[in-house]
């Protein structure tokens, strides 16, 4: 068998295998590929509420343009369709009717919401004192809104539980319905059915709210038609618009590279089947890279892929010194250099593997799999398989012209000491902040689209929890039960002014043992006449007219305990769904806290928070969801910038092994290092807080740009083996493919790939010119 | 229509917010078609105002009459203040279009365009004290009768709507000062709120 049949068998069973892996392998495109896999509790809390929270299936949907009369009729028509549809556990424009049904579901129900029904409270003397209050408000400038439920109402339960129901921060209202404070947008709130992980769901209810906006403008004369516009924001819009921007991108991003480096290739070999040959390891590297990912994690997420593209800029370079520096002698005279290059880069992508982010942790698996693939498939594969009187063009004359370039630049070498002080004096002036301290700097959202997300949420008076207490049960009743306990240790702090106010599940339905215990607490008609007549001594009205509260508390005492099911058709079913939430392995209760101003908590009401907390025998946890993400954030800061110097060191490490000389190791180091001094000082110059991204990217530089070095330095240290300007050319060449596909990348909405592209791409770059200025005196063969 | 009830006793009381004792000098005889826009004229003079009151509600509802007191304060243009003392202590504030309700450590705030009806009402009694005759006679039928050392201003709703709550505001005074408010509401209940002296500051 010929070394080509053999090659070729072997590529193919391989080949063969990991296609099949990557047919079989899952693909997500959620927003967790940023966030932590490993974390403590309290942080997998965190991610678990950005995921699937109560904030996660909200929908906020704003009409704007026309008259408010146009934009409330086509509000209100959109959620009377809608309300019927199964995407949506809730659909609320704030009309008049909703708040009815509410206020009729409090007002119904009240001796089994209410936490002031005791015992106590209906004996002679408690009665006396609820009665008394219940007439101090009806002589407050409120009278004359709790007067119309006075005598069924005297102790004016319903108004005790609206006040504890957090609602400070209800939208605004015009013609009707909901709407931005100054009335120019009618706001729909919408939350999916669909949670987190199902983008399918929440692109359905998207398409839903659309469809319905399109159809009530319809109704509409055809001039106010056109003025009307819908705006969708909130966390199940980015789910879908990230998922379609992380599809297309990959797929846009990865054909404009290829097109680009493929016409590139074309100029520089004027050979078709030698562009054909160069792609094979390219297309092996990607084929392994998602093969590896798909084995080493659950699944492989869309952002994994785009990051890919990089892959193609750095694996092609390797057919390309394979073509250009003369093939017959590749083993002996590029291998080595190759070899040693290819491992730098798995040093540098390797750091990545132990990362908390999955995100990252799958770029750098798909890196090192994708480079040792592609580097294999050209030291093994394209020698047996390029045909002997394969052609690429000479490129002699261009690779001397290059030189004597190289040659007149290595004169002005001096400048780059100039460089490096401007450099480091640009990083000093702007040290603070010289990095990004926020968590959303991760995220794969557009900076225009988190603007209009936070309007529409200031909009809509919903501005982001901030603190949450979460209580977790095994089962659905005890986690009431907890919530119901909690709730009671918290009302004190609200009265005590600690507190702004909570949202509690066990506010709209309470656990049943709670209410079996308030209807317990209710007497008979009988015995609550009785005490009347005592309890009503002295104030201005008698017994005889409170009978409307005779009968309703009878009627309540005789009546079966709330469910899940009278909440049905009313907002607070909607606020009871969101605030109760199956989390395996039981249920969760999450309790959103407020400010009393608005604004963040004070140190010591965290501080009484907690001790509430403790207080109570149940399993709960206080979140900081801003500051836990933000601490989070600053944790992987640190590993990324601790990862990147471990990269380095293993770099120079290895480094310091192959070429057993200080000096030399210095030759190589020094180019790569400088040119990420000088990339770092430009964004910051440019007003770039430096992310992970960045951090990552600079790593790439280093990991990129060794190849380039060593080839100098070979070029230097063995003049007889390959000719300087052949290096030089195929240099070149690599280095303009990886500026494409980094370039190309440096383009994208995607922040995090755009962060990663205009790093790379310039850094590259700059790697090969210093590296080129500051090359040895090439050996007196090659200068003849 | 509850807010709109709501918002009429509110502004009710606000708008018996007293000025300073007329001067002296300024006490002249008055005919009656130029009392008014004197009235108007004085009261839009005002820029501040501390005073104690005293209220009083027959509600057809109860038995007897219900009794609060406290404190009224004003600071043109648009500041307006109620402190309930008794029976139990509550604050209700409206400055720039928000009204906030303060008792104990709850405050609760609404806009007052959250509640369009309420709205003219509110904005024509704030006109009153600033004397803006235009705003006044927008939304009621202003009826005044007396002279400027003792007046008094009956108040309409021109809108239906807002006639099925509040069926007529009665304030009367004597030169700049307002003496009494009385709300009759359409239901039959009524209140009166007397002013007492000047709080000095």
């Keep these: 068998m010929s070394r080509a049949v053999v090659a070729g068998t072997i590529w193919l069973l391989c080949a063969g295998i990991a296609a099949v892996i990557v047919v079989h392998a899952h693909y997500s495109t959620d927003l967790s590929a940023f966030l932590p896999r490993r974390a403590t509790a309290t942080q997998r809390l965190l991610v678990e509420q950005l995921h699937a929270g109560p904030a996660a299936h909200l929908v906020i949907a704003a009409i704007s343009g026309g008259d408010a009369a146009a934009r409330a009729a086509v509000s209100g028509y959109m959620t009377q369709r809608l309300r019927t549809n199964p995407s949506f556990i809730a659909i609320d424009d704030g009309d008049e009717a909703q708040l009815q049904r509410d206020r009729a579901f409090l007002f119904e129900h009240r001796y089994l919401l209410s936490a002031r029904v005791t015992p106590e409270r209906f004996t002679a003397g408690g009665l006396h004192e609820g009665i008394t209050e219940g007439l101090d408000v009806l002589a407050s400038p409120a009278g004359p809104l709790v007067k119309p439920l006075f005598l069924r109402d005297p102790t004016l339960e319903t108004l005790a539980i609206i006040e504890s129901l957090d609602a400070s921060h209800a939208p605004h209202t015009t013609a009707g319905v909901w709407s931005s404070p100054d009335g120019a947008r009618a706001l729909i709130l919408a939350h999916t059915r669909a949670s987190g992980g199902d983008i399918d769901g929440q692109q359905a209810a998207l398409a839903a709210l659309r469809a319905g906006f399109a159809a009530a403008r319809a109704v509409l004369a055809p001039a106010q038609r056109t003025a009307l516009s819908l705006t969708l924001s909130g966390p199940p819009v980015f789910a879908v618009a990230s998922r379609a921007t992380i599809r297309s991108q990959v797929w846009r991003l990865s054909s404009i590279s290829a097109a680009c480096i493929a016409t590139l290739l074309l100029a520089v070999y004027r050979s078709l089947p030698v562009l054909a040959m160069t792609l094979v390891p390219v297309a092996s590297g990607a084929l392994a890279g998602v093969a590896a990912v798909a084995l080493g994690f659950p699944a492989v997420h869309g952002l994994t892929l785009g990051f890919g593209v990089t892959l193609i800029g750095e694996s092609v370079d390797y057919a390309i010194y394979f073509f250009i520096q003369r093939a017959h002698d590749f083993r002996r005279a590029v291998w080595p250099t190759l070899r040693l290059g290819v491992l730098t880069s798995v040093c540098g992508f390797a750091v990545l593997l132990p990362s908390a982010i999955t995100g990252l942790a799958q770029l750098g698996l798909y890196s090192i799999a994708g480079l040792i693939a592609a580097a294999l498939v050209t030291r093994f594969v394209l020698p047996a398989w390029v045909p002997r009187n394969a052609k690429v063009r000479d490129l002699w004359a261009p690779g001397e012209a290059l030189e004597r370039l190289a040659g007149r630049m290595q004169r002005g070498r001096g400048v780059l000491v100039g460089v490096a002080l401007l450099a480091a004096a640009l990083l000093y002036l702007h040290r603070d902040p010289l990095f990004s301290r926020e968590l959303a700097s991760l995220s794969p959202i557009s900076a225009a689209d988190m603007q209009l997300d936070e309007r529409l949420r200031a909009d809509s008076g919903a501005p982001d929890v901030r603190y949450l207490v979460v209580v977790s049960a095994a089962d659905r009743e005890s986690a009431l039960a907890a919530a119901g306990a909690l709730s009671a240790r918290l009302t004190p702090l609200i009265d005590a002014g600690v507190l702004g106010g909570f949202a509690s599940p066990s506010q709209f339905l309470p656990a049943r043992e709670t209410q079996e215990s308030r209807r317990a607490s209710l007497p008979t008609a009988e015995t609550l006449r009785i005490r009347l007549a005592q309890a009503l001594i002295g104030l201005p009205l008698t017994a005889a007219r409170l009978a409307p509260f005779v009968q309703d508390v009878e009627r309540t005492r005789t009546a079966a305990l709330l469910s899940e099911a009278d909440l049905q058709g009313t907002s607070l079913g909607r606020a009871f769904d969101a605030l109760l939430v199956r989390s395996p392995p039981g249920w969760s209760a999450l309790l959103p806290l407020s400010a009393r101003s608005s604004g963040d908590l004070s140190p010591q009401a965290v501080e009484a928070v907690r001790s509430a907390v403790a207080s109570v025998a149940v399993r709960a946890e206080l979140l900081d969801l801003k500051g836990e993400a933000d601490r989070l954030y600053a944790t992987y800061l640190r590993d990324a910038v601790r990862l990147a110097c471990c990269g380095l060191i293993a770099i120079v490490a290895l480094l310091a092994i192959a070429l057993r000389s200080a000096r030399r190791v210095l030759r190589v180091m020094a180019p790569l290092l400088l040119s990420v001094l000088t990339i770092a000082a430009l964004l910051v110059a440019l007003g770039h807080a430096l992310t992970i991204l960045h951090v990552i990217g600079m790593l790439l530089i280093v990991a990129v740009g060794s190849n380039y070095a060593l080839f100098f330095d070979r070029a230097a240290r063995q003049p007889g083996e390959g000719s300087v300007p052949l290096i030089l050319a195929s240099l070149v060449t690599a280095n303009l493919a990886t500026v494409i596909a980094f370039g190309v990348l440096g383009f994208s909405s995607v922040p995090v790939l755009a962060d990663l592209g205009s790093t790379v791409a310039p850094g590259t770059l700059l790697a090969l010119l210093f590296a080129a200025m500051l090359a040895d005196r090439p050996a007196p063969s090659a200068q003849a | ?201």
Aim: charged share 25%; net charge negative.
């Design chain 2, 1 to 201: 229509m509850r807010e709109v009830a709501f918002a009429c006793a509110v502004l009710g009381c606000m708008l018996t917010l007293g000025g300073r004792p007329l001067p002296c000098a300024a006490a002249e005889a008055a005919t009656d078609p130029t009392a008014f826009e004197q009235l108007l004229q004085r009261l839009s003079e005002r820029r501040h105002g501390h005073v104690a009151f005293t209220e009083v509600q027959q509600l057809s509802i109860l038995d007897q009459p219900l009794h609060s007191s406290g404190e009224l304060l004003y600071d043109a243009p648009d500041r307006l203040e109620k402190r309930t003392l008794e029976p139990r202590a509550e604050d209700l504030l409206l400055e720039n279009g928000m009204l906030t309700v303060e008792r104990g450590h709850r405050r609760r705030s609404v806009a007052l365009q959250d509640f369009p009806q309420a709205a003219p009402f509110i904005e024509s009694l704030r006109a009153t004290l600033a004397g803006d005759r235009a705003a006044l006679e927008r939304y009621f039928t202003v009826h005044f009768s007396g002279n400027i050392d003792q007046w008094t201003l009956e108040l309409t709703p021109v809108d239906p709507l807002l006639r099925r709550s509040v069926r007529r505001i009665r304030i009367s005074g004597e030169h700049d000062r307002i003496r009494t408010v009385e709300i009759h509401q359409s239901d039959g209940d009524n209140s009166t709120l007397t002013i007492g002296a000047d709080i000095p500051p």
